[in-house]
């Protein structure tokens, strides 16, 4: 089955917009620098982004010297955006889920995808068309929301509102979720981190770097609230080697 393409609803889409114009939300200070730290050289390389929102890394991996850069998602809302900030001849998108990998009949030296593997329900799938799209040598580099984070859970706070602990509550049961994030019905799949770096592991990937990323002294000056980080991080990133 396919995945929801919640970021078509109005709605979503006009407060997911507002979120990310601002210069203080969670991507700009934590996943987006992380995951920048992460990133190989690409000169002259072929790039995947898979859920490529809005194309700003489509455009990064471009300016970065890649040859090619492919971005793919099923929002034709994101796209629509994209396409209309991205001027380099380089930079191709096209509306499709990631499910149908399989379709495209081309590989690369990277493929990324920031924060939305969360979204697919058959993650062992996924995995393994990367792998048969990786080129020899190539590369995984993906963010997803942490796995502390898909689980269903809160923070505790003191009486004055600092969070002091997260209480979690069926994490290692991988499970569909319906939450409310900007509207009522937003499906995401929670699985485990072993479950998720033994779905690496077996598909044949070398991981080289597992990060559960945190606001660094910078971040934290913008928004000091970020510190809750230390105790439950929102991100999962992974960078892995075929
Ligand atoms: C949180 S946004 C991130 C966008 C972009 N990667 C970025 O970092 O700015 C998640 C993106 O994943 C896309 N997405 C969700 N499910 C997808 C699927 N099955 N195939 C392709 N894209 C998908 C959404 O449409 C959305 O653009």
């Given at each position: 089955?396919?995945?929801?393409?919640?970021?078509?609803?109005?709605?979503?889409?006009?407060?997911?917009?507002?979120?990310?114009?601002?210069?203080?939300?969670?991507?700009?200070?934590?996943?987006?620098?992380?995951?920048?730290?992460?990133?190989?050289?690409?000169?002259?390389?072929?790039?995947?982004?898979?859920?490529?929102?809005?194309?700003?890394?489509?455009?990064?991996?471009?300016?970065?010297?890649?040859?090619?850069?492919?971005?793919?998602?099923?929002?034709?809302?994101?796209?629509?955006?994209?396409?209309?900030?991205?001027?380099?001849?380089?930079?191709?998108?096209?509306?499709?889920?990631?499910?149908?990998?399989?379709?495209?009949?081309?590989?690369?030296?990277?493929?990324?995808?920031?924060?939305?593997?969360?979204?697919?329900?058959?993650?062992?799938?996924?995995?393994?068309?990367?792998?048969?799209?990786?080129?020899?040598?190539?590369?995984?580099?993906?963010?997803?929301?942490?796995?502390?984070?898909?689980?269903?859970?809160?923070?505790?706070?003191?009486?004055?509102?600092?969070?002091?602990?997260?209480?979690?509550?069926?994490?290692?049961?991988?499970?569909?979720?319906?939450?409310?994030?900007?509207?009522?019905?937003?499906?995401?799949?929670?699985?485990?981190?072993?479950?998720?770096?033994?779905?690496?592991?077996?598909?044949?990937?070398?991981?080289?770097?597992?990060?559960?990323?945190?606001?660094?002294?910078?971040?934290?000056?913008?928004?000091?609230?970020?510190?809750?980080?230390?105790i439950k991080p929102c991100f999962l990133i992974?960078?892995?080697?075929?």
């Amino acid at each position: 089955m396919e995945s929801q393409n919640i970021y078509d609803n109005e709605a979503f889409f006009r407060e997911y917009s507002n979120l990310r114009a601002r210069d203080d939300n969670h991507n700009v200070l934590i996943e987006q620098p992380a995951m920048a730290k992460l990133l190989p050289s690409l000169d002259g390389k072929k790039v995947l982004d898979l859920g490529c929102g809005m194309g700003e890394n489509c455009m990064d991996f471009a300016r970065r010297g890649a040859e090619r850069v492919l971005g793919i998602d099923i929002s034709k809302r994101m796209l629509a955006v994209a396409r209309e900030r991205t001027a380099d001849p380089r930079v191709e998108y096209r509306c499709m889920s990631m499910e149908d990998l399989a379709e495209i009949d081309e590989s690369f030296d990277l493929i990324y995808s920031s924060l939305a593997f969360h979204y697919i329900e058959d993650l062992d799938s996924l995995l393994g068309e990367i792998r048969r799209h990786l080129r020899p040598g190539g590369m995984l580099l993906f963010s997803q929301e942490h796995p502390l984070n898909t689980a269903q859970g809160h923070f505790e706070r003191d009486e004055q509102g600092n969070c002091t602990a997260y209480t979690v509550y069926d994490y290692n049961r991988a499970s569909k979720i319906v939450t409310t994030w900007f509207v009522d019905g937003v499906e995401k799949y929670h699985r485990p981190m072993g479950q998720i770096l033994t779905s690496l592991a077996h598909t044949g990937f070398i991981m080289e770097d597992v990060i559960e990323p945190v606001a660094e002294d910078w971040a934290l000056v913008k928004r000091p609230a970020l510190i809750k980080e230390q105790i439950k991080p929102c991100f999962l990133i992974v960078r892995a080697k075929i």
